[in-house]
Every structure is written in C-alpha cells, then in structure tokens.
C-alpha cells in the first residue's frame, strides 16, 4: 500500500467515531492489510454462571461470550472459544497454545505468563458458604481451620487463604461439583465468589435456603481481568481489544449485560 494511501487512512480513521478506530488500526497492520477475515484466536474458558453458562445443547453462552462478541463487533477480530478445565486453561496459557482467557483473577504467580489488561471490567467478592446450621457460627479466619473447604482447583481467591498450607481444603473441578458436594454434607464448607455463587442459588429452587454464606466475611475484593498469553505475539490485537473494552466498561454496557443475567436468574 502506497505510503500516502496509508497516511490517508490513518488520518481518516483518527476523524471516526471512537467506537471504529480499533478496526480501522488493525486493518493498517503488515499481513491484515486487504485481510477479509483475521486468524481466530484462541480463547480457553470453562462453566462459571453467569459468565460461562451451557446452553440447552452444551453450548457455552453467557456474559463472558456476549462480550467477546461485542469486543469482535468492534475491532473485527474473530474468537474461537474452547471449553476445558479451569487450570488446563491456564496451563494452555503458560505454554503459549492458547491466545487469551476472561474471568481472570490477577495474581504474582500468573503475572508470570499473563499479560493483563489493565481495566478490570468486573468486581466480584470472595465468600464462604455452607448448611444454615453452621454458617452463623464461623465469624473469623481462625475458625476456617476446624473445617474442610472445598475450593475449585487453579483458581484465586485472596491471600492468605490460596497460600495457606495449614487449613485443610479440597480441590475440585468446578463451582457446580462444590455446592452439590456441600448440598449432600460432603463439605463442610466451600469457597466462591459472590457474583457466580449467588447466581447459582438464585436460580436453582434446590439450593435456595439450604446453602448460605458464612458471617465471617473476607476483606476482599476479586477484580476479573481478560489476560493474553505472554508467549502469543498480539500486541496489536490486544491494544484493539484494550481500547475497545475500555469504551465498553465507560458507556456502561458491561454491567447492563450483568443487569441482565441477573434478573433472568430470579
């Protein structure tokens, strides 16, 4: 492309409404430039209401995936989801066979291998739950060490619990395998967060009275970040996908798209 063609362009896009110029940009990188459709990248997730929700068929749906497809409304960009186990998904990442992940907790560990983006686009908080009977009686941290706690395997909740060796808790795959553990008094307790915990109960009648959250409350928040892998060259992707969820964040449409799962759940 003739330099002042591409000079052209950049100028133009710079005059555009802010919602387009991340396209416009990505469409002026070397070997995108006449591109009818980028390379997919490759996204590991797995079930975790609302955000990574199966469909009536298995397909996932949910906030998680609603916002993928605004961010490649947006840029152009195209998203090839693959479900797996949370800490699969993270080692995918390590290794640099997969691109990304949403729903990410930011910690040193993963800093490592993780290139964040620095807007977080939702808050969460990590709390305890159990049987009602139990459940007004532990009002400390101290007090978690008299019980078994059920936690999902690779996941981050706060400090000093994810690096406490003395307490004695028990990894599982999912958030759906703790409460139906705690349901049937496999557990004594588990650990969550708020916004996907609450959800669960909301819209399962089964659950609903029978599993509540402790008194004691940690003082914490889970902030969840979209993150790359450090082994990915995607810079110019990530700067499109940057740019667009920070308008996403400011126009308000991520906590209207939560708005909605949450009132579908009551």
């Known amino acids: 492309m003739p330099l002042g063609v591409v000079l052209?362009?950049?100028?133009?896009?710079?005059?555009?409404?802010?919602?387009?110029?991340?396209?416009?940009?990505?469409?002026?990188?070397?070997?995108?430039?006449?591109?009818?459709?980028?390379?997919?990248?490759r996204v590991m997730t797995d079930f975790w209401p609302p955000f990574r929700i199966a469909g009536p068929e298995g397909e996932l749906r949910g906030l998680d995936l609603d916002l993928l497809n605004e961010l490649g409304r947006r840029t152009g960009l195209r998203f090839e989801v693959q479900r797996a186990p949370w800490s699969r998904g993270l080692a995918a990442l390590e290794r640099g066979s997969a691109d990304l992940m949403t729903g990410l907790a930011r910690t040193p560990e993963r800093e490592r291998y993780i290139d964040y983006l620095e807007r977080p686009y939702f808050t969460c908080a990590p709390r305890f739950y159990s049987r009602p009977e139990l459940a007004q009686g532990v009002t400390g941290y101290p007090q978690l060490s008299h019980y078994d706690i059920g936690f999902v395997r690779g996941s981050a909740y706060f400090e000093p619990f994810d690096s406490d060796t003395a307490l004695h808790k028990v990894g599982v795959a999912s958030e759906g395998q703790l409460l139906d553990m705690l349901r049937h008094k496999r557990l004594q307790l588990v650990i969550g967060t708020d916004c996907?915990?609450?959800?669960?109960?909301?819209r399962d009648p089964h659950l609903a009275g029978r599993i509540v959250k402790l008194a004691y409350r940690p003082p914490a928040r889970t902030e969840l970040f979209l993150g790359f892998s450090r082994q990915r060259p995607l810079q110019a992707?990530?700067?499109?996908?940057?740019?667009?969820?920070?308008?996403?964040?400011?126009?308000?449409?991520?906590?209207?798209?939560?708005?909605?799962?949450?009132?579908?759940?009551?």
């Open 8 to 41: 052209w362009s950049l100028l133009s896009s710079l005059a555009r409404p802010k919602r387009h110029r991340c396209l416009a940009v990505l469409l002026l990188l070397p070997g995108l430039v006449g591109a009818e459709e980028p390379v997919p990248l």
């Open 196 to 202: 996907q915990v609450d959800y669960e109960l909301l």
């Open 237 to 266: 992707q990530r700067r499109a996908i940057a740019e667009a969820m920070g308008q996403m964040i400011d126009e308000g449409w991520v906590l209207d798209a939560a708005r909605r799962y949450r009132r579908g759940a009551q």
